[in-house]
């Protein structure tokens, strides 16, 4: 094939043919359906992006930005012809300046590997999804984790972006200052845009001091809502909480059988509080063990060593695992939400309400400390429709409640449809920005929203 021919002369060892690899490009964790990509290309630096980009405008082909295939809502599934565009080995950290509390990286380096760079530095690299996914990945989808309770997600820490549009222009967005008032902030506008605007080539990040102190709690409780009011009651004390997390009977029992823990398997909240002071610490978990109590906590228990305390969010991040592993043969419907703090308990509450009427198996875990929760719902092929309704009704009365239909996954090819009554007109706008900056439909095509691209690339 001609093109193909082009595209190897252009990248001379940087382009993957194979079936397995296009495959796995082709596809993401948690959408049904998976269809090979064209090629998928190795850039190394901007200019290799720049020339993959000229390369798609001329055969007409769409590019699918890659970084490490975590994502769950039908991101990188091609809906026509095009090439992925794999950015792993764009792996480098460019530059940490500790005095600045800031570091520039390329967007195929992992949130560990940069962790790890920064040990010997005293700061960290906060935002945590769970996997470990690529930071221009999580800047393209907004992730957030565990930690973004106190520190926020990647909205809150990428202080400015290298993005190459479509047209091969390179933009620098945002500066390496904590605050400016300075223009637009088209920095954001990129950030949460799934590919769809441009390729991230470039980020610089704000870093955070390592906590001092460190105090970490489980405590469970008779029932999921009891435990979702108690995270409720916590955030309101304005308590400086750094995690908290909901996992219900069903995902501790499977983290019990995967994990080989010994968690009493009761609806929990896993909590951690992060202080410069040893005195500020404890009085902050003695309110937090006073206030899960009055909401009728039956145990809490306290993390007394750090391989216990990396246990425990080890079990928060292997859920998902643990639960694949308790339904063999079954895939996932992932239904990520949020809703303001105040209606947490009563979207927990019709979510498993829904889920018995439905005649449905399923298990709640989530940042509840930010009021988004996760349900997980195991199925078997026959079963898809049935939990694809379970998850509309979920997201459209999360809706209701003021909530969003993503609160970390982002929209992709699932979450389109429930766009117009979340945003209303303002979608239409949000179409006219995709229109301006990527006129030919090229970048990620189909995700987020529809645009009528050039005839000659439909």
Request: charged residues 25%; aromatic residues 6%; hydrophobic residues 40%.
């Amino acid at each position: 094939m001609e093109k193909l021919e082009a595209l190897r002369r252009l990248f001379p060892g940087q382009v993957d043919l194979s079936e397995s690899e296009r495959l796995r490009h082709g596809k993401d964790e948690g959408y049904p359906e998976a269809k090979p990509v064209l090629a998928v290309v190795y850039p190394e630096s901007v200019e290799d992006v720049q020339k993959a980009l000229q390369w798609a405008r001329e055969w007409g082909v769409a590019v699918i930005p890659f970084g490490a295939g975590t994502s769950l809502e039908g991101h990188l599934y091609p809906v026509r012809e095009a090439i992925s565009l794999d950015l792993s080995r764009m792996n480098r950290v460019l530059r940490v300046q500790p005095q600045d509390f800031l570091c520039v990286v390329e967007p195929g380096l992992t949130r560990k590997a940069l962790n790890e760079a920064l040990k010997g530095t005293g700061l960290f690299f906060p935002v945590d999804p769970g996997a470990d996914a690529t930071l221009g990945g999580m800047a393209a989808t907004n992730a957030s984790g565990t930690t973004t309770v106190r520190y926020g997600g990647m909205r809150h820490n990428v202080l400015a972006l290298q993005v190459v549009l479509a047209s091969g222009e390179v933009l620098e967005l945002g500066r390496g200052v904590r605050k400016t008032s300075s223009g637009y902030d088209l920095k954001d506008l990129f950030i949460g845009s799934e590919g769809t605007l441009g390729v991230i080539t470039r980020l610089t990040l704000r870093l955070h001091p390592l906590p001092e102190h460190v105090h970490t709690l489980r405590a469970f409780f008779p029932g999921v809502e009891e435990a979702a009011e108690a995270s409720y009651r916590v955030m309101a004390t304005g308590l400086p909480v750094a995690r908290l997390e909901l996992l219900d009977e069903l995902a501790l029992k499977a983290l019990n059988r995967y994990l080989s823990t010994d968690f009493p398997e009761k609806p929990a909240l896993f909590l951690e509080f992060h202080a410069s002071t040893r005195e500020a610490l404890e009085a902050e978990s003695a309110l937090a063990l006073e206030l899960v109590e009055e909401v009728g906590a039956l145990t809490v228990e306290a993390a007394k060593t750090e391989e216990e305390r990396r246990r425990q969010w080890e079990a928060r991040h292997q859920a998902y695992w643990a639960l694949v592993h308790l339904f063999p043969g079954h895939r996932f419907m992932i239904i990520d939400t949020a809703v303001p703090l105040s209606r947490l308990a009563e979207m927990v509450r019709y979510a498993q309400g829904l889920l018995q009427e439905m005649g449905l198996e399923g298990s709640m875990v989530g940042h509840v400390g930010d009021g988004n929760f996760h349900t997980l719902v195991p199925i078997l092929p026959e079963d898809y429709p049935k939990a694809e309704a379970y998850a509309e009704r979920l997201v459209e009365r999360a809706l209701a409640l003021g909530g969003t239909c993503t609160g970390e996954h982002g929209v992709g090819l699932r979450k389109k449809k429930f766009l117009p009554k979340e945003h209303g007109d303002s979608l239409e706008w949000m179409r006219k920005l995709k229109t301006l900056l990527d006129p030919e439909g090229l970048l990620n095509p189909g995700k987020v929203l529809d645009i009528s691209p050039s005839p000659r690339y439909i």
